[in-house]
């Protein structure tokens, strides 16, 4: 059976930040990987993506992106398939009966809703992403589409935690003045990052009413997730990804609790 984990601020929304238990995937990326890139048997990753739709919102269309740590959000009127991807890193929509998908590996993954206006979104938030004004163009996109940013409701799901992501000092010096407070002292010249916090402080800075920060390490958890960082550490050949998945139910959809 598949893990999903869900927030508190997404209320009744379909949702789930999808851990990598369960699923049809063998070998290093054993588990529910959801990433078409991983080297994965394709069939397993279309086992996986269909499971975790079924648990989330039955019988509804997955849209992913080709995610390329941008800034760039688009809007969903239609499903596509999967070689027909935008290159991107958000999404909304206020179509009913879509899911909107996202994979990770330690970035973060943010999911995003005004329930009053029927608004949602789905955002990568790497670094790079975060850094470069992903969140803000997301919540601007939802905005687009009649979502007011006082309404909007975030959550971020599993990444990689401060105490497992270490940066050097030509990180930290990309980033302004206001955020070194997301750099703690590590061993010499490097630094801890909090990604969840700088992504955080983003969210509040676009003025989202609620963030929810699930607090959930990607690296430091191998039973739970893939990441990323865990796996170039040990020089594997590849890493699986995890999705998280938000939609809108068509009327009379029946939504797993």
């Known amino acids: 059976m598949v893990e999903v984990i869900r927030s508190g ?3 009744q929304l379909p949702h789930g930040f999808l851990s990598r238990r369960g699923g049809a995937s063998t070998g290093v990326v054993a588990g529910l990987n959801a990433g078409l890139g991983a080297g994965d048997d394709d069939a397993a990753v279309a086992e996986n993506r269909r499971l975790a739709v ?3 919102l039955p019988g509804a269309r997955l849209v992913a992106l080709y995610q390329i740590h941008s800034s760039d959000a688009v809007v969903v009127d239609e499903p596509w398939d999967n070689d ?6 958000a999404l909304v929509t206020v179509r009913p009966g879509l899911l909107l998908g996202i994979v990770t590996a330690d970035c973060a993954p943010v999911l995003l809703a005004d329930s009053q206006a029927g608004v949602i979104g789905a955002a990568h938030a790497g670094w790079k992403g975060a850094h ?12 687009s589409l009649g979502a007011r940013r006082d309404r909007i409701s975030a ?3 599993p990444c990689i935690a401060q105490a497992s992501y270490e940066v050097a000092e030509d990180f930290r010096v990309v980033f302004a003045a206001g955020d070194q407070r997301y750099f703690a002292p590590g061993r010499e010249g490097h630094f801890q990052f909090d990604l ?3 992504v955080a402080a983003r969210l509040t800075g676009a003025g989202i009413g609620r963030v929810d920060r699930l607090g959930l390490d990607t690296c430091a958890d191998e039973a739970r997730f893939y990441s990323f960082r865990r796996a170039t550490h040990r020089g594997e050949a590849s890493y699986g990804r995890q999705l998280s998945l938000i939609g809108l139910p068509a009327e009379g959809a029946v939504v797993p609790g």
């Open 196 to 198: 969840e916090g700088y």
């Open 84 to 89: 027909q991807r935008p290159h991107a890193d």
């Open 132 to 143: 470069g004004g992903v969140i803000e163009a997301t919540v601007a996109t939802m905005e």
């Open 9 to 11: 601020v997404l209320e």
């Open 54 to 56: 079924e648990a989330v």
């Open 155 to 157: 959550a971020i799901g």
